[in-house]
């Protein structure tokens, strides 16, 4: 039996299901409320919706040559794998300054809006008028500008200020600041096509080409925050790349599909734009190095043919015998090759120095100008000029601290060591040529110094006229070969599926999803607050419960008292309530012969706390004792908080206390009742000292003197959960009812009669369920009807018999009594 309780103890102490279910379901008002509010909300939002689109374009980076390249070439490039492209095009898509380029262009940080239903929408270009702002002064940002069109192409502007001072940025500098407002509305009227200055706005509206802005219609303007236009922009830009492919898919998300169209044709634009100046980089600093070299050598050759036509009038000499003139072509010769060894050495003199001083290479002219041939001085050059420029168009949108600085750095120190090892070797192999040059003038010069004077002057003269001339042509025809290259590059950027407004994909979700959405969060409020309640909730609901938390018998179940006193036995002797406590009264009758009590029976009710409905029960079960042709006395031994008196409209003055002092004797205190056979003794005033009276000889005396007058005899005694009292009476008793009431009686109450239960400090006992409601959340319907209950012991077969007939509960009664 113990080992039983302990297991319907700890099932107990689980979480109940049904419980919890019952109670989730009892909040079926909450739950439609609920979602009544919640659908109502769900559809306010819906047709507040404003949709966003996306649309993408498709672009390919290609390693386009410039077909004009031949072998011959003297200006040679090298601009890489399509790998490297692809990820510099994207880390450039990325880029903060890529996006700044392209909201500057569309002016994309204005925006026209016309007030619709819900909101200000964005209307793009289909406002009938523009207005071209001056962007050097600045402009009023983050606060719509109203724009009322009026007749006689007039227009009237206002601007509601919160405040007296407003911000503006200048959209050149991107400086904002602050200037003073009138605070309020403000407004003033103007032409179309009239400076509007303003401490706030600075420009110009006119119509659109061919529009018409109807009189009275409303439009607005408003400027927004350069920098956090561009930060949108670039966080709504998609980019989608296939590993080792070199197609790019470029998506874009807005509100407005027109404006989707045009800044993703203007990201490609731009970038294809970029592209392309950075391919002509190179050359185009080759060019600027020929322009300076030509106007030096353009000055170098003015003078020499001055000098040249100057002598020839002074001499009268026009032009040299024949051993001049072969003497002075061989002299050129060796000119042309000392100054094109110059020129070689000049040049990696320069690069050696930029090399070791400088810390980008993006400005190196192209070898090939100097007259530089080398192979690997040429790969070189162009691959750090690539490197150099890749990392400065990295500066703009990657950290300093990022991994790729560090091997592009490292890619471009190796080439730099590669680069001056050859300037080094290359400049030694030109120095020995310049040597055997000089020896070849040398002995030039000899056969020179024979000539006439006049002859070496003019041929000196001519000489130096030549060198100019043919280093000038030199530079001329370099100049035009970097010039057509320049032209002839295009892009590598080649556009497969340009933006259009067709397709958009519509982001805005299955907005009939969201009203499942509030289904779900209706139900979920009142299933969390059951969980919860359930969860913790300590309370006995059901009869079952008890079943679970003791192994004390149920005696019976007693249904709800709907009178406005506790006399339902009496008042209503036909009630369910009467019933019960019949049944009730026919176990104790069972269980008081199988114990031979013949004499006079006495009976003890009590409780855990104050409430259960103890006084209740012994009121109603010394009515149905007396009522049956029995003496009965009801006995108030709740000494500290009594209650019986009221009931029976008897006052407290003299009761057992009084008896129990010596005060009064047994007849004085006992008090006649409306109630035939049933006599009561009241508790009297509030002793200081109760448990000291209950525990005198007096209480002997008065149980043993009552039983020589009555057959029964009820007591109704104070709460053990609270005092002692009741546990000093059991000895005065053949039996005891342990009352717990439906919703009221807490679990864990029945741990203090449990214990002493199972110590055999308590015996005969049984318990009565209170407050039966079987329509009430937690009765489950188990089927304890009024008139039945449990008996006391092992039962007789007659009276099993008897019990059956009354309900079909008896096999639980017997199971429980018969396993005790």
């Known amino acids: 039996m113990t080992e039983e309780f302990e297991t319907s103890e ?32 769900v559809y306010q939002k819906n047709i507040r919706e404003e949709f966003s689109y996306r649309l993408g374009t498709k672009i390919s980076i290609e390693d386009d040559s410039n077909p004009l390249f031949t072998s011959n070439a003297s200006l040679t490039f090298n601009w890489g794998g399509v790998t490297a492209k692809v990820q510099t095009m994207i880390v450039t898509l990325k880029s903060r300054s890529h996006h700044e380029k392209v909201v500057e262009r569309l002016e994309f940080y204005k925006t026209y809006l016309k007030e619709g239903r819900f909101r200000k929408q964005d209307i793009y270009k289909a406002a009938p008028f523009r207005f071209y702002q001056d962007n050097s002064f600045p402009q009023l940002i983050n606060n719509p500008i109203k724009i009322t069109f009026l007749e006689q192409d007039a227009f009237e502007l206002e601007v509601e200020f919160t405040g007296t001072t407003c911000s503006v940025q200048n959209f050149n500098t991107k400086e904002i600041t602050h200037v003073d407002v009138p605070l309020g509305v403000f407004k003033q009227q103007f032409k179309l096509g009239e400076s509007i200055e303003l401490p706030f706005l600075k420009g110009v509206v006119r119509l659109a080409e061919n529009r018409i802005a109807a009189s009275g219609s409303t439009f607005f303007i408003q400027f927004n925050n350069f920098d956090g236009v561009v930060a949108s922009y670039n966080a709504r830009l998609g980019i989608s790349n296939e590993r080792t492919s070199p197609i790019l898919d470029i998506t874009l998300i807005d509100k407005n599909k027109e404006k989707i169209v045009d800044y993703l044709n203007t990201v490609v634009d731009v970038l294809s734009e970029d592209e392309l100046s950075r391919k002509n980089q190179y050359v185009t600093n080759a060019i600027k190095f020929i322009d300076e070299q030509i106007a030096r050598v353009k000055v170098e050759m003015t003078d020499n043919v001055e000098e040249l036509n100057d002598y020839r009038k002074e001499n009268k000499i026009y032009q040299l015998d024949d051993d001049g003139t072969l003497l002075n072509t061989k002299l050129s010769k060796y000119e042309e090759e000392k100054e094109a060894i110059n020129k ?11 090399l070791l001083t400088s810390n980008s290479f993006t400005e190196v002219p192209a070898p090939s100008i100097a007259g530089v041939t080398d192979g690997n001085i040429l790969s070189n050059v162009s691959k750090i000029n690539e490197l150099s420029v890749q ?21 471009i120190e190796g080439l730099k060591n590669v680069l001056l090892e050859n300037i080094s070797s290359v400049s030694s192999v030109l120095r020995r040529d310049l040597e055997s040059v000089y020896g070849n003038l040398h002995k030039l010069e000899s056969e020179f110094s024979k000539l006439p004077e006049d002859q070496q002057k003019l041929l000196t003269i001519e000489r130096q006229y030549t060198l100019s001339q043919q280093t000038y042509n030199v530079f001329l025809a370099k100049r035009g ?3 057509i290259i320049k032209a002839s590059n295009v892009s590598d950027i080649l556009v497969v599926d340009k933006a259009k407004n067709t ?3 519509v982001l805005g979700r299955n907005l009939n999803v969201r009203y499942v959405f509030a289904f779900f969060a ?18 006995i609901h059901s009869p079952v419960d008890i079943e679970k938390l003791t192994s004390i018998p149920l005696l019976g179940v007693i249904g709800k008292n709907v009178l406005d006193d506790n006399l339902v036995v009496h008042r209503k002797p036909k009630s369910a309530v009467a019933e019960s406590f019949r049944a009730i009264r026919s176990n104790l009758q069972y269980y008081y012969r199988t114990k031979d009590f013949d ?11 104050s409430g259960e409905g103890k006084t209740f029960c012994s009121i109603n079960m010394a009515t149905v004792f007396a009522l049956s042709g029995k003496k ?14 009221g009931d029976f409209k008897i006052k407290n003055d003299l009761g057992v206390v009084n008896y129990l002092i010596g005060q009064t004797t047994l007849e004085e205190v006992t008090q006649k009742t409306d109630v035939e056979n049933l006599d009561l003794i009241v508790s009297g005033p509030i002793p200081p000292n109760p448990s000291e009276l209950l525990l005198g000889e007096r209480m002997k005396a008065l149980i043993s003197e009552l039983k020589s007058k009555y057959d029964y005899i009820v007591l109704d005694t104070p709460p053990v959960g609270l005092v002692a009292d009741a546990l000093e009476l059991l000895d005065f008793v053949d039996a005891s009812i342990y009352v717990v009431r439906q919703d009221y009686t807490k679990r864990d109450m029945l741990n203090f009669i449990n214990e002493k239960h199972k110590s055999k400090q308590i015996k005969n006992i049984s318990l009565v369920y209170n407050g039966y409601d079987q329509k009430a959340k937690y009765g489950y319907g188990y089927g304890y009807g009024y008139g039945y209950g449990y008996g006391y012991g092992n039962y007789a077969n007659g009276y099993h018999e008897e019990a059956k007939a009354k309900g079909g509960i008896w096999n639980k009664i017997k199971k429980m009594f018969v396993k005790g």
């Not at 070689?344 to 930029?354: C, F, G």
């Not at 990392?391 to 890619?411: C, G, M, P, T, W």
């Not at 009965?632 to 008196?645: H, N, S």
């Open 391 to 411: 990392k400065s168009k990295l500066q703009y949108s990657v950290k300093e601290d990022a991994s790729i600085f560090s091997d592009l750095n490292r890619q």
């Open 632 to 645: 009965t006395i009801l006995l108030g031994l709740d000494l500290r908080k009594p209650k019986i008196f």
């Open 522 to 539: 209706a139900l979920l409020v009142p299933v969390v607050i059951a969980f919860i309640l359930t969860f913790l909730d300590r309370n």
């Open 344 to 354: 070689q050495l000049d040049y990696y003199a320069n690069l050696k120095n930029y």
């Open 10 to 41: 700890s099932s107990a102490a689980s979480f109940d299901i049904k419980k919890f279910l019952f109670r989730a379901l009892s909040y079926w008002k909450l739950f439609v409320l609920l979602l009544a509010i919640g659908i109502f909300f």
């Open 503 to 505: 397709g958009a994909m």
């Open 481 to 483: 070969e970097a010039e």
């Open 599 to 609: 004499s006079t029976k006495t009976l003890m009710i009590t409780s855990s706390v």
